[in-house]
């Protein structure tokens, strides 16, 4: 063979050998951004978060199905916000109203049921607006005539939503100006620390009271005093963004969260989750 051919095949070699790189490279880049994009960002709710049921559900979830789920836990009106400025792929969250309404407007495409529990009001043991056994109603009353300080959460989330719901129940004004009724601005477990330290009342879900108790090896200064009212349930709920409206967005991997929240194995895992013997929250998918 001629030196001229010899370097010919040599080029033709070393060509061909490159072109093998190149492909293997975008092959394993594309894998990589393929990879990197089974994430499904969540906005949801501080109570679970707060309880620990995101961080016993969601590696599960990942096991299953290779999707990566982050999130952000704020008030269930944030929450809602943040699935209109399409800066994440689905909700879970707990304000029904304001959740069908989210829905009409076009922004979510589906509401689906998958959990509840129920609300409580708690407070000092020496209950001093005397509202240990008395419904919602009788309760608030009692807290507004004694003026005994009550801490809202303040923060337009699902609890807090569901608070000026009862407030507006007794027919009265809300005390939002009066000094015994306190504003947080903060989440469930740092709205009942506040309350421990002054001694006051306030309105939370279950499952973040139990978490609250078992912080407290089990006897924690604030004692459920009003429960079993059946205006006091809690539902939680999952919708996907709307693609229509954020182009973006994870449509089926969000889709794929709510049918294994609303699935069989999701069902059974809510229901097995609990803290010191006590369910934080109770399956109900339909």
């Known amino acids: 063979m ?4 010899q370097l010919s095949t040599a080029k033709m070699k070393c060509k061909m050998v490159g072109i093998a790189l190149v492909t293997c490279l975008i092959l394993v880049v594309g894998f990589t951004v393929q990879a990197a994009d089974k994430t499904l960002m969540m906005a949801t709710t501080t109570s679970t978060d707060d309880t620990g049921l995101l961080d016993y559900l969601m590696p599960l979830f990942t096991k299953d199905t290779g999707i990566e789920v982050k999130w952000t836990a704020t008030g269930s009106g944030k929450a809602l916000a943040l699935g209109v400025s399409c800066d994440v792929d689905v909700l879970l969250v707990h304000a029904p109203a304001a959740e069908k309404k989210y829905i009409a407007e076009g922004s979510g495409t589906t509401r689906t049921e998958v959990m509840y529990n129920d609300f409580i009001i708690i407070g000092p043991e020496s209950d001093p607006a005397a509202i240990k056994g008395k419904t919602v109603v009788e309760a608030l009353e009692s807290i507004r005539t004694k003026q005994a300080s009550f801490a809202s959460r303040g923060d337009d989330s699902g609890t807090h939503k569901k608070e000026l719901e009862l407030w507006k129940s007794t027919g009265k004004a809300m005390p939002e100006k009066e000094g015994w009724y306190i504003q947080t601005g903060q989440g469930m477990l740092a709205t009942i620390n506040l309350c421990e330290e002054r001694k006051a009342y306030t309105m939370t879900d279950r499952g973040t009271y139990i978490k609250y108790k078992a912080q407290k ?18 539902q939680y709920s999952v919708i996907p963004v709307n693609p229509q409206k954020c182009p973006k967005v994870k449509y089926e991997f969000a889709t794929q969260f709510s049918n294994w929240m609303a699935g069989e194995k999701g069902q059974n895992l809510i229901k097995d989750f609990k803290l010191m013997g006590e369910s934080l929250f109770t399956p109900n998918a339909k």
């Open 217 to 234: 090896n089990g006897n924690p200064q604030l004692k459920i005093l009003v429960e079993k009212d059946g205006i006091l349930i809690n």
């Open 2 to 5: 001629k030196k001229t051919e």
